[in-house]
């Protein structure tokens, strides 16, 4: 009975998990509640997964990477990229190669997030589309994180499988020998020909503050000096040299949807217009309309220089997501304004304070200078303009730097655990003011953190339950005569399937079992399997909602769902077709 209950959580579970709503740490929470209720997990044991290693580790792996961030370390990294060439595929293969190695020793999304602006203004700078560069960079913060324990979740969670199984914890740099060479496969087929497959959308303007993105939903007002009062929708959205659609007309604050073009323009009516940012500007300095947001921003001195128009792309875990600008009382509360709002290739026609915000989606904001950084953080989202590239103090760096070392020294030598180690330099890190407290906690992916905490007493019941068994059985009959290395290749494959759809945490945490009963079975190491997982777990480029650097890039790409496919299904089988022969040579059945 214990074994059913498992297997219609563990089934709903994954359904929400591809359906995405809830989102993924609520449905984590719901597992683990029903599953205790159902006395299938003891109600004493049910949320010791909070206090596993694996998660403590994940959230201060967090902390760190995000210190190093604080203190200039990876800044002084971005300033060599102005040395590159103009070549465009050396200034891809640098980049791609940089974010690798940063990846492997922090987030992989903050690394990208640090290297997207950089990739958006050497392709302005250089006349090619981003669209080339971005998913090349997202491929390669996940190819990166397969080096070293520390690289991706998925390597933390598998070690703590591989110490469960009495064998010890994977080591810092267990994962490198597979890792590197499989990174470096990688990486040169995303610098040599992958980014040559994506679509190319050539920026309008290059080496400007404010960046192409395709569909930007924006409001603007026809004032007393417009000069398109009296004209049609037909007059504004005929000009040759702007590419503009009229979405709906407020007026007298009732909408009117989906205006005809020969619906005449009036002043004081608010235009909802879908344009990229080069037509949005070009079409207030020739009609003399101005941005809704600009009303009620600041009483400020005239021709006061301090206000800035910023993009910014919403993170994963901000508290801006299943919210809109008017619930949140955006100007209010952040001191901005919403000016425009991009979702990849999706038309909006909603009035876009009241768009629901999602992850991944570009926002045009409106504020002080000065004030822009510290409300990017409060927002959680991450500025798609060039971040300051000045190194810092260098005493801060040199602290990072010296204690990231300290740590990563500590758990090679076996001074310390992983958990304890770089749980140490985090509180190190704030307490020597490398990393503001403020951003002690908001550094850490909290969706991720419950996830973990709940999912892994839900796959040790998938365990005891029998359920791990049941399915390694079905396995082996169906593959019964097929040779040792395919079936290794098979649970490689369906680790990247479900990868793609779901957390890569949680595709973890139910393939290991399956993973180490198999080996048992067979009779082999555990440790093959536990690799072939591992990789196939941070292998996740088939979809946008793979993983949250690929949702990161899809805005600012413009890509396509199926654009993900185009780069990822080859480099799925590259790494699939490399992976397992690598795999047997360093960790034999």
Same mark, same amino acid.
């Given at each position: 009975?214990?074994?059913?209950?498992?297997?219609?959580?563990?089934?709903?579970?994954?359904?929400?998990?591809?359906?995405?709503?809830?989102?993924?740490?609520?449905?984590?929470?719901?597992?683990?509640?029903?599953?205790?209720?159902?006395? =299938?997990?003891?109600?004493?044991?049910?949320?010791?997964?909070?206090?596993?290693?694996?998660?403590?580790?994940?959230?201060?792996?967090?902390?760190?990477?995000?210190?190093?961030?604080?203190? +200039?370390?990876?800044?002084?990294?971005?300033?060599?990229?102005?040395?590159?060439?103009?070549?465009?595929?050396?200034?891809?293969?640098?980049?791609?190669?940089?974010?690798?190695?940063?990846?492997?020793?922090?987030?992989?999304?903050?690394?990208?997030?640090?290297?997207?602006?950089?990739?958006?203004?050497?392709?302005?700078?250089?006349?090619?589309?981003?669209?080339?560069?971005?998913?090349?960079?997202?491929?390669?913060?996940?190819?990166?994180? !397969?080096?070293?324990?520390?690289?991706?979740?998925?390597?933390?969670?598998?070690?703590?499988?591989?110490?469960?199984?009495?064998?010890?914890?994977?080591?810092?740099?267990?994962?490198?020998?597979?890792?590197?060479?499989?990174?470096?496969?990688?990486?040169?087929?995303?610098?040599?020909?992958?980014?040559?497959?994506?679509?190319?959308?050539?920026?309008?303007?290059?080496?400007?503050?404010?960046?192409?993105?395709?569909?930007?939903?924006?409001?603007?007002?026809?004032?007393?000096?417009?000069?398109?009062?009296?004209?049609?929708?037909?007059?504004?959205?005929?000009?040759?040299?702007?590419?503009?659609?009229?979405?709906?007309?407020?007026?007298?604050?009732?909408?009117?949807?989906?205006?005809?073009?020969?619906?005449?323009?009036?002043?004081?009516?608010? #235009?909802?217009?879908?344009?990229?940012?080069?037509?949005?500007?070009?079409?207030?300095?020739?009609?003399?309309?101005?941005?809704?947001?600009?009303?009620?921003?600041?009483?400020?001195?005239?021709?006061?220089?301090?206000?800035?128009? !910023?993009?910014?792309?919403?993170?994963?875990?901000?508290?801006?997501? *299943?919210?809109?600008?008017?619930?949140?009382?955006?100007?209010?509360?952040?001191?901005?304004?919403?000016?425009?709002?991009?979702?990849?290739?999706?038309?909006?026609?909603?009035?876009?304070?009241?768009?629901?915000?999602?992850?991944?989606?570009?926002?045009?904001?409106?504020?002080?200078?000065?004030?822009?950084?510290? @409300?990017?953080?409060?927002?959680?989202?991450?500025?798609?303009?060039?971040?300051?590239?000045?190194?810092?103090?260098?005493?801060?760096?040199?602290?990072?730097?010296? #204690?990231?070392?300290?740590?990563?020294?500590?758990?090679?030598?076996?001074?310390?655990?992983?958990? @304890?180690?770089?749980?140490?330099?985090?509180?190190?890190?704030?307490?020597?003011?490398?990393?503001?407290?403020?951003?002690?906690?908001?550094?850490?992916?909290?969706? =991720?953190?419950?996830?973990? +905490?709940?999912?892994?007493?839900?796959?040790?019941?998938?365990?005891?339950? +029998?359920?791990?068994?049941?399915?390694?059985?079905?396995?082996?009959?169906?593959?019964?005569?097929?040779?040792?290395?395919?079936?290794? *290749?098979?649970?490689? !494959?369906?680790?990247?399937?479900?990868?793609?759809?779901?957390?890569?945490?949680?595709?973890?945490?139910?393939?290991?079992?399956?993973?180490?009963?198999?080996?048992?079975?067979?009779?082999?190491?555990?440790?093959?399997?536990? !690799?072939?997982?591992?990789?196939?777990?941070?292998?996740?480029?088939?979809?946008?909602?793979?993983?949250?650097?690929?949702?990161?890039?899809?805005?600012?790409?413009?890509?396509?769902?199926?654009?993900?496919?185009?780069?990822?299904?080859?480099?799925?089988?590259?790494?699939?077709?490399?992976?397992?022969?690598?795999?047997?040579?360093?960790?034999?059945?």
């Amino acid at each position: 009975m214990a074994q059913i209950l498992v297997f219609i959580t563990l089934g709903l579970a994954l359904i929400l998990f591809i359906w995405g709503k809830p989102r993924y740490d609520i449905v984590s929470i719901l597992a683990l509640v029903f599953l205790t209720l159902a006395g =299938v997990i003891p109600y004493e044991e049910a949320f010791l997964g909070f206090g596993h290693p694996a998660v403590i580790t994940v959230a201060a792996v967090l902390v760190v990477s995000e210190s190093l961030e604080k203190s +200039g370390l990876v800044n002084l990294i971005v300033r060599l990229m102005d040395k590159v060439g103009s070549n465009t595929t050396l200034q891809i293969t640098v980049m791609c190669l940089v974010v690798g190695i940063a990846s492997g020793f922090m987030n992989n999304t903050g690394a990208l997030a640090i290297f997207m602006p950089v990739a958006i203004q050497l392709s302005h700078k250089h006349g090619y589309s981003p669209s080339s560069a971005l998913m090349p960079i997202a491929f390669a913060s996940l190819l990166g994180g !397969m080096v070293t324990l520390i690289g991706t979740p998925p390597n933390i969670i598998i070690a703590a499988f591989r110490a469960q199984g009495g064998e010890g914890a994977f080591s810092m740099f267990d994962f490198a020998p597979v890792g590197i060479g499989l990174t470096l496969i990688g990486l040169l087929f995303l610098s040599l020909i992958g980014w040559k497959v994506l679509p190319k959308r050539q920026p309008e303007r290059q080496g400007e503050d404010l960046f192409k993105i395709n569909n930007y939903i924006t409001e603007v007002r026809i004032g007393q000096e417009a000069t398109i009062a009296g004209q049609t929708v037909k007059d504004i959205t005929s000009e040759k040299d702007l590419d503009i659609k009229v979405l709906g007309i407020i007026r007298n604050k009732e909408r009117i949807h989906a205006p005809g073009p020969y619906r005449s323009l009036k002043v004081d009516d608010i #235009l909802i217009l879908e344009c990229d940012t080069a037509d949005l500007e070009k079409f207030l300095d020739s009609t003399k309309t101005e941005l809704v947001g600009d009303e009620t921003l600041y009483n400020r001195p005239k021709g006061g220089d301090e206000i800035v128009i !910023m993009e910014g792309i919403i993170q994963e875990n901000s508290p801006l997501i *299943g919210q809109t600008a008017s619930s949140l009382h955006m100007r209010s509360r952040y001191d901005v304004n919403l000016l425009a709002l991009a979702r990849s290739t999706i038309t909006i026609r909603q009035r876009i304070d009241h768009v629901i915000f999602q992850s991944g989606d570009v926002l045009l904001l409106q504020g002080r200078e000065r004030e822009m950084g510290e @409300i990017f953080n409060l927002m959680q989202c991450y500025p798609l303009a060039r971040r300051s590239l000045t190194i810092g103090k260098p005493k801060r760096t040199i602290f990072a730097l010296g #204690l990231f070392a300290l740590s990563v020294a500590a758990v090679v030598m076996g001074w310390a655990p992983v958990e @304890i180690a770089f749980t140490l330099v985090a509180v190190l890190m704030v307490i020597l003011k490398v990393l503001p407290i403020r951003d002690l906690y908001t550094s850490i992916d909290w969706p =991720v953190i419950v996830l973990l +905490g709940a999912m892994i007493p839900v796959g040790t019941a998938f365990t005891t339950s +029998g359920g791990a068994e049941t399915i390694t059985q079905k396995i082996l009959f169906i593959s019964e005569s097929f040779p040792p290395w395919l079936i290794l *290749g098979v649970i490689m !494959m369906v680790t990247m399937t479900l990868s793609a759809v779901i957390n890569n945490a949680a595709t973890v945490v139910l393939m290991a079992p399956i993973g180490i009963k198999i080996a048992d079975v067979l009779d082999h190491s555990i440790d093959p399997y536990l !690799m072939a997982i591992a990789i196939g777990a941070s292998a996740a480029f088939l979809t946008p909602i793979g993983h949250q650097s690929n949702t990161l890039v899809m805005g600012p790409g413009g890509y396509k769902f199926s654009d993900y496919w185009k780069l990822g299904l080859p480099l799925s089988i590259i790494i699939l077709a490399a992976g397992i022969p690598l795999i047997l040579t360093f960790w034999p059945l």
